[in-house]
């Protein structure tokens, strides 16, 4: 299967622990997103990564979390000291956009579902 | 109020009925997808466009640019087509990303 890849699917962890999740985009493209999704709404937008440069941060996106992609490959999201509002579907997506006037498709990822009690 | 408004949030239909969801949005874009999303998260993009109208299999999307409003059609609707349908906008100069509408949960009943 050449498709985005999230692991791990489902996380429940406890309210203060740090939880880490990975996406693996499909190869060779050059842009990664990471997007959450609660219950009954539409994904918003945390951070996106050119190659391993990570070139937008949202407001959303709290000191508590950290993305990475160091070799402009897989990414990571790391969630500390988890609260019960972290609760939702972390997506993420890839695309082979470039930054130019061409406007490419996003490939999304399953998703990982993360529950904090 | 939201960038990306979708109408209806909820849509019963019976199999055989056409449908129509909309979507309006409030800022410049480079494109409008049409995005499908099945229980368990997986989502699947049915349409990218930045003007008139494309068509595959049964879903037609049209988008008004000047009017900022985009329609996703149904036809000849089928129990399988059920899933929430989501409209995303790419922002014009925003690094790609996608701004989406709190998307459409559509039931279609044998």
Known sequence: DTGVSQNPRHKITKRGQNV?????????????????QT??????????FQNEAQLEKSRLLSDRFSAERPKGSFSTLEIQ?????????YLCASSPDKGGRVTY??????????TVT | ???????????????????????????????????Q???????????????????????IATINIQEKHSSLHITASHPRDSAVYICAVRIY??????IFGQGTEL???P
């Open chain 2, 37 to 59: 999303q099945h229980p368990g998260g997986g989502i699947v993009s049915l349409f990218m466009l930045s003007s008139g109208k494309k068509k595959h299999g049964r879903l």
């Open chain 1, 81 to 89: 000291r988890t609260e019960q509002g972290d609760s939702a579907m």
């Open chain 1, 105 to 114: 498709e996003q490939y999304f990822g399953p998703g990982t579902r993360l």
């Open chain 2, 107 to 109: 039931s279609v009943k």
């Open chain 2, 1 to 35: 109020k939201n960038e990306v408004e979708q109408s209806p949030q909820n849509l019963t239909a019976q199999e055989g009925e056409f449908i129509t969801i909309n979507c309006s949005y409030s800022v410049g874009i480079s494109a409008l997808h049409w995005l």
């Open chain 1, 20 to 36: 880490t999740f990975r996406c693996d985009p499909i190869s060779e493209h050059n842009r990664l997103y990471w997007y959450r």
């Open chain 1, 39 to 48: 219950l009954g709404q539409g994904p918003e937008f945390l951070t996106y």
């Open chain 2, 93 to 98: 100069n925003q690094g790609g990303k996608l």
